[in-house]
């Protein structure tokens, strides 16, 4: 067996799990996210924390619950889809394993949803530092970039 196949094939896994149980929440317990998602949305802890501050950033807050609602099933249709393509990865990177798929198939497949959640967590940084999450939301904004780092490291992986 190929040992780097090995290695990506459970390289992948990992962010698949992590992100499937991240979905599981966000359609079982929305608010959990939802809640949080607003007051970056808003600027609200910035407002109450940061006053001066917030008044110079003020017109960037999105207070419309609608659009935030909007924005918050956005990224749960993203993270879903990007769990579907991961996990089709994974299948594919063992059925290649195994001989029955082309491991280049198996490849480009896992690096799209490699891909996708790098996407996903890139973008949650670049929106993040547009309303300033830094200010209130550190552990966010870490998670976030460690989760970009996680997925540009399997498409390293990937490439090998």
């Avoid at 996990?87 to 082309?102: D, E, H, Q, T």
Wanted: charge should be neutral; charged fraction near 15%.
């Amino acid at each position: 067996m190929d040992m780097t196949l090995i290695a990506q094939t459970f390289a992948l896994a990992l962010p698949a799990m992590w992100l499937t149980l991240g979905v599981r929440d966000n359609l079982l317990h929305p608010d959990l996210n939802e809640t949080y998602t607003a007051q970056v949305f808003s600027l609200e802890r910035m407002k109450q924390e940061y006053p001066e501050d917030y008044a110079r950033i003020q017109h960037r807050a999105v207070t419309n619950r609608k659009v935030q609602r909007a924005a918050f099933r956005l990224v749960v249709i993203a993270e879903l889809l990007t769990v579907i393509v991961l996990w089709i990865g994974v299948v594919l990177l063992v059925l290649s394993l195994l001989a029955s798929v082309p491991v280049s198939t198996a490849r480009s497949v896992a690096m799209l949803g490699a891909l996708m959640f790098t996407m996903i967590w890139g973008m949650f940084t670049v929106v993040g530092e547009h309303f300033s999450y830094w200010f209130c939301h550190e552990g966010a904004q870490t998670t976030h970039f460690q989760m970009t780092l996680w997925g540009m490291a399997n498409l390293i992986l990937l490439n090998l």
